[in-house]
């Protein structure tokens, strides 16, 4: 079954920005990546973190349970002459029972807080390598930043279109999390209690600039994008365009990410 992520595939790999360079400079220094290690990328999605990987692997293994995003990831690939990633479909309970290779690096991106975190932090120390690792990374909201007047106009159209209960977590109308100390902290005690406790943690700032297009994009992407707006996709796209042109005639909108990464190894012995 679908989930409804599956109309959201191609707006998902087309609008959500990338993780930021610092973050793959982190995993190749840490992870000594030099073409022949073997990369699992679970809550895959189109692969935004497996596609730039693959250039620095041997192999990459893409999970995810939604067959679009998938399908998505592999045209992708093929677009980039990638050939050295396998799209498998399963989600966080399928680790061990995917008869994957050992496993050099496993990354996560948002999709982590989705997961049976526990469990996946066990079932990831049976098939990672013995010097294989976890990297965890999120783009989050900077704290203190000012609200940008443009997601208010977002989300004024979208209440119209869908009600006002959908702005939280995945769903929220500039596409990302706000920043959640708690949960970083329940992060770094799950880190600490399971085989991967040696942790290391950064962050980054990113400016994000997005067009008009790129914004109306953004909310395709979301769970509750096409899926829930149906007919009524295309009246969406003319109203939220116009209502962000009447707020900025230039159309150009900005928003400053902040990128938490956590990368988690067995501790030396």
């Known amino acids: 079954m679908s989930t409804p992520f599956a109309s959201a595939a191609p707006y998902y790999a087309r609008y959500r920005p990338p993780y930021p360079r610092e973050f793959h400079a982190l995993l190749a220094d840490r992870f000594v990546l030099d073409g022949s290690q073997t990369v699992l990328d679970l809550g895959s999605g189109p692969g935004t973190l497996g596609l730039p990987l693959a250039p620095s692997a041997d192999h990459v293994y893409a999970v995810d349970p939604e067959p679009a995003m998938l399908a998505e990831g592999a045209r992708l690939a093929a677009e980039r002459g990638l050939t050295n990633i396998s799209w498998l479909r399963g989600d966080d309970a399928a680790i061990t029972r995917l008869c994957l290779p050992r496993i050099d ?9 989705l997961m049976d975190r526990a469990r996946v932090l ?26 940008p007047a443009w997601v208010t106009v977002v989300e004024e159209v979208r209440a119209r279109f869908l ?27 799950l880190l600490a209690k399971s085989p991967l406790s040696r942790v290391e943690t950064h962050q980054w700032d990113q ?4 067009t008009v297009d790129e914004v109306v994009g953004l909310q395709l992407s979301l769970s509750c994008g096409p899926a829930v ?12 365009r116009r209502a962000l042109l009447d707020h900025d005639p230039c159309g150009t909108y900005v928003r400053t990410l902040r990128s938490r990464a956590a990368v988690a190894t067995r501790p030396r012995r």
């Open 105 to 113: 690096v496993c990354v996560i991106g948002r999709a982590f807080h």
């Open 122 to 147: 066990t079932d990831l120390d049976e098939v990672l390598a013995p010097r294989g690792g976890l990297a965890l990374v999120a783009s989050l909201h900077r704290p203190g930043e000012p609200r």
């Open 163 to 189: 009600g006002t209960g959908r702005v939280d977590g995945e769903d929220r109308a500039d596409g990302e999390d706000r920043e959640d100390r708690e949960d970083w902290d329940e992060l770094g005690d």
């Open 207 to 210: 400016t994000v600039r997005r």
């Open 229 to 240: 707006l149906g007919d009524r996709t295309a009246a969406f796209e003319t109203e939220l």
